[in-house]
Structures are given as C-alpha cells and as structure tokens.
C-alpha cells in the first residue's frame, strides 16, 4: 500500500503492508529516519494510536519499540530496531504527541528501554513500576520469570507541588468512594477551585503483557476480554481479527455480523450505565433509576440471545460462541423499539430539567483545540469536535456495509459528553436493526488456518475496533507451534487520561465526580 | 414534573423478591403483563434477613468495595445489584463510602501488587467485627490472572475471606446470595 501523504519518501516505499483488519503498512525505521517520521506524521495530523517495545534478543540481539499511527489511508506501524542492548534508548515522541508520555514510562518500566529527549527531561518517574517489583528488572525481557514474587518495598512518588497563598492538597485514592476502579487524584486547590490535578494510576497492573506469552493463539482470547471487562467485545475481538489476520483466515459472513451485533450491545449497555450514572452524580437519582433499569432489560435479553449478560467469551477465534436463533430476532428487534422509545422519552426529561443541565453545562470543557493537540480518542475527541471513528473512517467488516454516521459535538463539555451518548446510542439502534434485518445465513465458526505448519501462522498483525470508549488496538506476533511471541493491548483511556487533568482545571472539587464519570475512563485497561 | 411523576407511576415497582433465583429473562419490565413481587412484600424473607443482622451486627449491613485490581467486569454486576429489580438497599444492606463504616468488605479481582498495601489497609481501618466477601473467578482463586509478578491471586492471600462467590462476572443473583450467605454464617 501506498501511504502518499506522508513527505518522508523512504517510509512510503518500504512500509511493506502488515496483516490487520483495515488497510495496514509496517516500516522498519533506523534511528535517523524513525526521529523524521515522527516530526512528519505530526505536521500531516496523524493521529497517534499506541507505543509499545519487544525484547527480541534472543532472536537478533536487539530490542524494537513500535508506534501506530492512523492516517486516512490506514493504520501505520513503526518499528526501530535498537541494537545497544546495554543501554537502549529511541528518540521521545512526546513532545510532537504528548499522548506518548505515559506510555513511554510504562515500555520503561516493562522493558527498560528508555526515551530520549532534546532540550528537556524526560520523566523518570515509573508508571506501572510502583515498587512491586525491583528496580533493574523488567517484566518483559525474555529473562524475566513471570511467575516470580516479589515483596513490596514502598517507594515515595513524587507529585508535583504547586505553591502559593492559600494553595493546599487533597489526595484522593487509590481506593475511592464508590464502587469504581482503584487510582490515585492529587488536587492542589485554592478554597473549592482545582488548580491541579496530578493523576497516578497503574495500581491495576495484573501483568497481562507477560501473561499473554504465556498462553496459546486459541485461548488468549479469554485474556483480551478481560483487559477491561466492560471493553470485553471490542477487546476480544481485535485480539481474534489480529490472529485472523496473521493466520489468514476468513470469519464467516455471520458471526462477523453477530460479532458486530454483539459490540453495538455492549456501546449501548455502557452508554445506558454512564447515563444514568451522570444524571445521579447531578443529583438526578431518577435518571439512575430509569437508565440502569433499561440496561438490566439489555443484559437479560443478552442473557437469552447470546447466552450471557456480559459477552466476555462470546468472540472466539474463527467466529462466534452462539448462533443467533430465529426466535431471538423478535427478542431483540422488541428490545430495540423499547429502548427506542424509553430513551427518547428520558433524553427529553434530561433536556428540559434545568437543574440537570446547570450542573452539565460548561463544566470539563475539554476545547476542541486541546483535544485535537493533545491527541484525543473516541467519544471524548467526538465530544470535542475531533470527528474520528474507525467505523466511519476505516470500516472493517462487516462495517463496510452500514454507513455509519459519526457522531460528534463541539461543545467539549459534559453536556456534550451526554449528548454524543444519546447519538450515538441511536445510531448503535440503528445498525443493529440493520445487521438483523442482513443477517446472512450461513456458519458462526470457522477454522483457523493452520498456524503452526508453516510460517503462515507467524509473524505480527494488528486489528483495531471501535469500541465504545473509541479504538481499541491489539498488536500480536505470533510465535511458532500456536504460540504467542508478545501482545500489545491498547485502550483508548491512555489517551484520555491526561485530558481530564485539563478538563478539571478551574472548575470545583464537588464536580470532579461528575467530570470524570462523564470521561468514564478505564483504570483496568490502561494498567494492563 | 408532570412528565417525570407519570413515568414514575407508569414504571411501577419493580423489584423482584430475593429468594427469586437467576429470575427468568423477562422483557416486559415496565409493562403491565409482568407480575411483579416487590421485596417489601416478602415480609417473612425480609424479617428472618433483618433478624440475622440484628443478631450479627445491631444494626443495618454496610459494605465497602474494594477493587483489588479487578478488569471492572465485577464492578458492573456489583453495580446491578442496586438497580430497582435487586434493589439491595430494600434489604437494609447499603454500600458505604468508607472502611471505618462498614461491616463487610466485599473485594474484587485477583490482588493486584500495586493494590496490596491499599487492600490490607482498608481492612484494618473497618471496625470490629467484620466480614470479608471475596468476590468473582480471581477473588476467589486469581481467575485467569492467577499469581505472577505483578499479581498475588485470589484475596484469601491476603485478607481472611469469608465467604466466595465465583463467576466471571457472578450475576448480580449470585453476588446477593453469596451476601446473605456470609452474614448467615457469622450468625451461627
């Protein structure tokens, strides 16, 4: 393929395409070359998906740190490979996308490869690294033995301060309130108003890189569902499109539409959730009420569809678990209707209640600007103008067939955030009326090409998913004999992340809940 | 407000009784043709339940959540049962925002390094005496994660468990019994 809008020549003629779901080209880049791309991608608008490291020294002697980038002709992946095993460094991406910055941390921390930086420092502080594991040693080497245990010896973390008159602190986490994910918040606020906001997560990190290498092709699947449990359809399913794709094998016409089915459920059962949960965190209990009610509705009737409430292990490798029966059809299409008229009906309370929406209006506003600099993802970028979504711009199958609407706002705040839910949960009605109505006859599994004969089962792919917080990645590369060599999982939330320390700024302490229940980002999926 | 009171009484009650078990999927929720049960109507259930906790605790059960480093998958269902077909609170049990509140701590995930010391810390913070519910496939055993460097499995490593409740994710069903289950015991 033919990247033609990228300036630097040498990348456009040797990325060689890579096996993926959408339209993809892989260059190996030396160091030179790898510092220029970078610069270029960031004056084209690339968009910056993801930055993960190997250690390959046991096959040439050297560590590769690849980077994705989507571009309107398709996904590009970077490799350099860094032949100084002593002390391996690649030059920094983050000051062209400052995205990069925690995700370089987190590939120092799990392979000791570091960034290098010009004219600034680099934070050396660890991510994933709290002090579970010694420092000097990393996960992800091959000498590194994953089953060992370490004990925890607790190391200071150093937050930045912010000072001046009347300036004080409040430390919030890593266990919260309610019931949400564990993660660290320092605010440094003056009376109620946040003047910053230093998040600190990793406090998930279950080791589920290095696991992956563990298991084999046909049952990692269970593992990439359960990287972010409500991301389990968008994440099991890059997971089997990468193998998929390494392994060349085609997925039935119908289970690719019931997987799609089956991802739409959960945009639709997590939109549900964070809608009711807002109108209540705006002191609304009614929404909450109401919105988990039609989302325990969607669970039961995915109970009786697809077998399960969560579809965790619903996508498997060559298809689907369940076939769809016939009476399902009405089960579902009733579903649709219902939840078709009981939203519009909430949505018009939510609009006309004047309480509800002094609290949502202007508050988070995430600019437009900042979101496209600062390399915003999915619902969060569409929120804020920045119109992507790989259903529209990059449409795998059996999405080449619906023609999507995207769905955006320009307002950046969270009544936006509200507003792109309500859209987009319409038009997720709206395409699962469609994938019913088309659904083909015919099987819901297929076989695997056989991975493990020759080299046709080896090698690396990618495969990205909308899924409902925006483009979940997985990298893969296959080893011999069904194995699995290293597998790179990317959620959208360490993009989004960051945003929300921006988000906060000027606005009080007491709408912090409802600012981050409005970005509802993974702590699980970031963390790994 | 006329149109949110009438969506109110067009709702209805609907939660279900607890001694229901996996209730059946049922689609018509707010129409007129589902029987409904509300809890409050299964006084007997409720007395022996209410009981109990008077014996266990003197008063009403409050439980505090931790995640422990769970994939959030428990969290959702954790979330459920608070929807109006479980309606926990009906029951008098209630999560509370912190450990020094609570009688139970109900703990997801398999315990990941990073949140070990957080975990043993907000057990010590709860008072005497208290119940610790593991909850989810890696609660009780680590699940798929199991132990490895960055993971020391199930919460019985680190915390004396109660009472588990398997599944990945348990259905929100499960989660209540496996509650009821714990307090009963320690009523013994």
């Given at each position: 393929m033919n990247f033609e809008?990228?300036?630097?020549?040498?990348?456009?003629?040797?990325?060689?395409?890579?096996?993926?779901?959408?339209?993809a080209a892989h260059a190996i880049l030396t160091r030179a070359e790898w510092q220029r791309a970078i610069g270029d991608l960031r004056a084209i608008d690339a968009v910056f998906l993801s930055l993960w490291g190997a250690d390959d020294c046991d096959r040439d002697g050297s560590f590769s740190i690849y980077a994705t980038f989507l571009l309107a002709e398709g996904a590009l992946v970077l490799q350099h490979k860094i032949t100084d095993v002593i002390a391996p460094s690649y030059p920094s991406l983050a000051r062209a996308f400052p995205a990069a910055a925690r995700m370089e941390r987190a590939v120092y921390d799990l392979l000791g490869i570091a960034s290098a930086t010009v004219g600034h420092e680099s934070d050396q502080r660890g991510w994933l690294r709290h002090a579970g594991w010694p420092e000097g040693l990393y996960p992800l080497r091959r000498s590194f033995d994953g089953a060992q245990q370490y004990l925890v010896q607790s190391e200071p973390y150093e937050f930045v301060q912010v000072e001046g008159n009347g300036v004080h602190e409040i430390a919030v986490g890593p266990v919260h309130a309610g019931t949400i994910e564990p993660g660290h918040f320092r605010f440094s606020v003056v009376g109620e108003k946040v003047l910053r906001l230093e998040e600190r997560l990793g406090y998930t990190h279950k080791g589920t890189a290095k696991l992956f290498e563990s298991l084999t092709q046909t049952e990692a699947?269970?593992?990439?569902?359960?990287?972010?449990?409500?991301?389990?359809?968008?994440?099991?399913?890059?997971?089997?499109?990468?193998?998929?794709?390494?392994?060349?094998?085609?997925?039935?016409?119908?289970?690719?539409?019931?997987?799609?089915?089956?991802?739409?459920?959960?945009?639709?059962?997590?939109?549900?959730?964070?809608?009711?949960?807002?109108?209540?965190?705006?002191?609304?209990?009614?929404?909450?009420?109401?919105?988990?009610?039609?989302?325990?509705?969607?669970?039961?009737?995915?109970?009786?569809?697809?077998?399960?409430?969560?579809?965790?292990?619903?996508?498997?490798?060559?298809?689907?678990?369940?076939?769809?029966?016939?009476?399902a059809h009405h089960l579902?299409?009733?579903?649709?209707?219902?939840?078709?008229?009981?939203?519009?009906?909430?949505?018009?309370?939510?609009?006309?209640?004047?309480?509800?929406?002094?609290?949502?209006?202007?508050?988070?506003?995430?600019?437009?600007?900042?979101?496209?600099?600062?390399?915003?993802?999915?619902?969060?970028?569409?929120?804020?103008?920045?119109?992507?979504?790989?259903?529209?711009?990059?449409?795998?199958?059996?999405?080449?067939?619906?023609?999507?609407?995207?769905?955006?706002?320009?307002?950046?705040?969270?009544?936006?955030?509200?507003?792109?839910?309500?859209?987009?949960?319409?038009?997720?009605?709206?395409?699962?009326?469609?994938?019913?109505?088309?659904?083909?006859?015919?099987?819901?599994?297929?076989?695997?090409?056989?991975?493990?004969?020759?080299?046709?089962?080896?090698?690396?792919?990618?495969?990205?998913?909308?899924?409902?917080?925006?483009?979940?990645?997985?990298?893969?590369?296959?080893?011999?004999?069904?194995?699995?060599?290293?597998?790179?999982?990317?959620?959208?939330?360490?993009?989004?992340?960051?945003?929300?320390?921006?988000?906060?700024?000027?606005?009080?302490?007491?709408?912090?809940?409802?600012?981050?229940?409005?970005?509802?980002?993974?702590?699980?999926?970031?963390?790994? | 407000m006329l149109t949110i009171l009438s969506r109110m009484i067009r709702t209805g009650i609907l939660t279900e009784p607890c001694t229901e078990q996996n209730s059946a999927p049922s689609l018509g929720s707010g129409s007129q043709s589902r029987t409904v049960a509300p809890l409050n109507e299964d006084a007997a259930t409720v007395d022996a339940l209410q009981r109990e906790l008077w014996k266990t605790l003197g008063r009403a059960l409050c439980i505090r959540h931790v995640d422990a480093g769970s994939c959030n998958g428990c969290e959702l269902e954790i979330n459920a049962i608070n929807n109006p077909y479980y309606n926990l609170e009906g029951m008098g049990i209630k999560f509370v925002a912190s450990p020094r509140h609570a009688d139970l701590l109900l703990v997801t995930g398999p315990v990941s390094v990073n949140m070990e010391e957080a975990l043993r810390r907000t057990y010590d913070a709860m008072p005497h005496p208290k119940l610790v519910v593991a909850l989810g496939d890696c609660g009780a055993c680590g699940g798929i994660f199991g132990k490895n460097y960055a993971s020391r499995g199930g919460i019985s490593s680190i915390l004396p468990v109660d009472q588990t409740i398997a599944g990945c994710p348990p259905s929100p069903t499960a989660i209540i019994t496996g509650i009821l289950q714990a307090i009963a015991s320690a009523a013994q």
């Amino acid at each position: 393929m033919n990247f033609e809008s990228l300036n630097s020549a040498k990348l456009a003629s040797s990325g060689k395409t890579l096996p993926s779901n959408i339209a993809a080209a892989h260059a190996i880049l030396t160091r030179a070359e790898w510092q220029r791309a970078i610069g270029d991608l960031r004056a084209i608008d690339a968009v910056f998906l993801s930055l993960w490291g190997a250690d390959d020294c046991d096959r040439d002697g050297s560590f590769s740190i690849y980077a994705t980038f989507l571009l309107a002709e398709g996904a590009l992946v970077l490799q350099h490979k860094i032949t100084d095993v002593i002390a391996p460094s690649y030059p920094s991406l983050a000051r062209a996308f400052p995205a990069a910055a925690r995700m370089e941390r987190a590939v120092y921390d799990l392979l000791g490869i570091a960034s290098a930086t010009v004219g600034h420092e680099s934070d050396q502080r660890g991510w994933l690294r709290h002090a579970g594991w010694p420092e000097g040693l990393y996960p992800l080497r091959r000498s590194f033995d994953g089953a060992q245990q370490y004990l925890v010896q607790s190391e200071p973390y150093e937050f930045v301060q912010v000072e001046g008159n009347g300036v004080h602190e409040i430390a919030v986490g890593p266990v919260h309130a309610g019931t949400i994910e564990p993660g660290h918040f320092r605010f440094s606020v003056v009376g109620e108003k946040v003047l910053r906001l230093e998040e600190r997560l990793g406090y998930t990190h279950k080791g589920t890189a290095k696991l992956f290498e563990s298991l084999t092709q046909t049952e990692a699947h269970r593992l990439a569902a359960r990287l972010s449990g409500d991301s389990a359809v968008a994440f099991s399913w890059a997971y089997c499109a990468a193998l998929e794709a390494i392994t060349a094998t085609a997925v039935p016409l119908r289970a690719s539409s019931l997987r799609a089915l089956a991802l739409e459920h959960e945009r639709i059962a997590n939109h549900l959730g964070d809608l009711g949960a807002l109108g209540n965190d705006a002191g609304f209990a009614l929404g909450l009420t109401h919105f988990s009610r039609l989302k325990e509705d969607l669970l039961r009737v995915n109970a009786e569809a697809f077998g399960a409430r969560y579809l965790l292990d619903y996508v498997v490798p060559g298809g689907v678990a369940v076939d769809l029966s016939k009476s399902a059809h009405h089960l579902l299409e009733e579903q649709y209707r219902k939840l078709a008229h009981e939203v519009a009906g909430l949505r018009a309370i939510y609009d006309d209640h004047g309480g509800l929406q002094d609290r949502f209006r202007e508050a988070g506003r995430l600019t437009p600007e900042l979101a496209q600099d600062l390399g915003a993802m999915g619902l969060i970028a569409r929120a804020s103008g920045v119109a992507h979504d790989l259903r529209v711009d990059h449409p795998w199958t059996p999405y080449d067939g619906l023609a999507t609407q995207l769905v955006t706002q320009s307002g950046g705040d969270v009544a936006a955030r509200v507003q792109v839910r309500f859209d987009d949960l319409f038009e997720s009605l709206r395409l699962c009326q469609t994938l019913l109505d088309t659904l083909a006859d015919g099987p819901i599994q297929t076989e695997l090409a056989d991975a493990d004969s020759d080299q046709l089962g080896i090698g690396l792919g990618i495969a990205v998913i909308e899924g409902w917080r925006g483009p979940v990645m997985i990298a893969l590369e296959c080893g011999a004999h069904g194995s699995i060599r290293r597998c790179h999982a990317h959620d959208p939330s360490w993009q989004n992340w960051p945003l929300l320390e921006y988000a906060i700024l000027g606005n009080i302490v007491p709408d912090f809940p409802l600012i981050n229940k409005s970005f509802n980002l993974s702590y699980s999926g970031q963390d790994g | 407000m006329l149109t949110i009171l009438s969506r109110m009484i067009r709702t209805g009650i609907l939660t279900e009784p607890c001694t229901e078990q996996n209730s059946a999927p049922s689609l018509g929720s707010g129409s007129q043709s589902r029987t409904v049960a509300p809890l409050n109507e299964d006084a007997a259930t409720v007395d022996a339940l209410q009981r109990e906790l008077w014996k266990t605790l003197g008063r009403a059960l409050c439980i505090r959540h931790v995640d422990a480093g769970s994939c959030n998958g428990c969290e959702l269902e954790i979330n459920a049962i608070n929807n109006p077909y479980y309606n926990l609170e009906g029951m008098g049990i209630k999560f509370v925002a912190s450990p020094r509140h609570a009688d139970l701590l109900l703990v997801t995930g398999p315990v990941s390094v990073n949140m070990e010391e957080a975990l043993r810390r907000t057990y010590d913070a709860m008072p005497h005496p208290k119940l610790v519910v593991a909850l989810g496939d890696c609660g009780a055993c680590g699940g798929i994660f199991g132990k490895n460097y960055a993971s020391r499995g199930g919460i019985s490593s680190i915390l004396p468990v109660d009472q588990t409740i398997a599944g990945c994710p348990p259905s929100p069903t499960a989660i209540i019994t496996g509650i009821l289950q714990a307090i009963a015991s320690a009523a013994q």
